[in-house]
């Protein structure tokens, strides 16, 4: 019972905190200057570890699948089929936002939490700033617009990362795999993993946010709230998936 009413005590105070946040910028210029610099550090600066995690885990699917899967029964296009539908249906979309959840959200948390535990938005809040706006605003809004580019990378690199498995490795013709990769082709698919990434964007950058802004105490509560968000982001962007999977399809 206590663990209900802590959610729905969680939950209330999240709700009011982003019916302050999606309010109208007081400056549209000072918005705008703050949303390009949020859209930089939070999505720009992450399509290193994006391209590099999708290229590897987009060479071990290949091969998973020719040692696995493959058989004298089966087409020989069928390892490159399965690859392009894993990488689209659910890495490059709800396994790459995980994995976004823990360098991007904790990011977020540990520098409003630290802004909160110096009091800097206690000081903008004496100047009539509507801090949650000024603060929060600008990393949603930035991390729900580079979200969809940074899903249509990795799905790029993971292909990529299969290629050079057929082409380095040998573990399959190349020419399999593309036929396997051109197989049954579903545009749908390439939204709806674009759909999908933008409502985990609003997680990533939304939750960890809640989290700091109400950090109290010292710089020890800082790292939890971190800890917190983190993992709060991840069982959310799990538990949407399933929904949001069911819905689309």
């Known amino acids: 019972m206590k663990l209900l009413h802590n959610w729905l005590t969680h939950f209330g105070q999240f709700i009011i905190l982003m019916g302050r946040t999606f309010s109208r910028p007081e400056r549209m210029r000072m918005f705008f200057k703050e949303y390009t610099k949020e859209m930089a550090q939070l999505g720009i600066n992450s399509i290193g570890i994006v391209l ?7 060479a071990v699917i290949c091969i998973q699948m020719k040692l696995n899967i493959q058989s004298p029964w089966m087409p020989r296009w069928v390892s490159g089929y399965t690859t392009r539908e894993i990488m689209l249906l659910e890495f490059s979309s ?13 990011n977020i948390a540990s520098e409003i939490g630290t802004m909160r535990v110096t009091q800097q938005i206690d ?17 949603i809004l930035g991390m729900v617009t580079i979200m969809p580019l940074l899903v249509i990378f990795s799905s790029a690199m993971g292909i990529i990362g299969a290629y050079g498995t057929a082409y380095i490795a040998h573990i399959l013709p190349p020419d399999d795999l593309t036929l396997g990769l051109q197989h049954d082709f ?40 971190s800890t917190d968000a983190v993992v709060s982001s991840s069982v959310l962007i799990l538990c949407s998936d399933v929904f949001l999977t069911q819905m689309l399809s």
């Open 52 to 58: 590099l995690i999708s290229f590897f885990i987009g």
């Open 186 to 225: 579903q545009p749908w698919f390439v939204w709806m993993s674009i759909i999908k990434s933008l409502f985990f964007a609003f997680i990533i950058s939304a939750v960890p946010s809640y989290f700091g802004y109400n950090v109290e105490g010292g710089s020890v509560n800082v790292g939890k709230a």
């Open 123 to 139: 000081a903008l809040d004496i100047m009539g700033v509507n801090s949650a706006c000024y603060l929060i605003l600008p990393k």
């Open 94 to 106: 709800s396994i790459m936002c995980l994995i976004l959840a823990g360098k991007v959200g904790s």
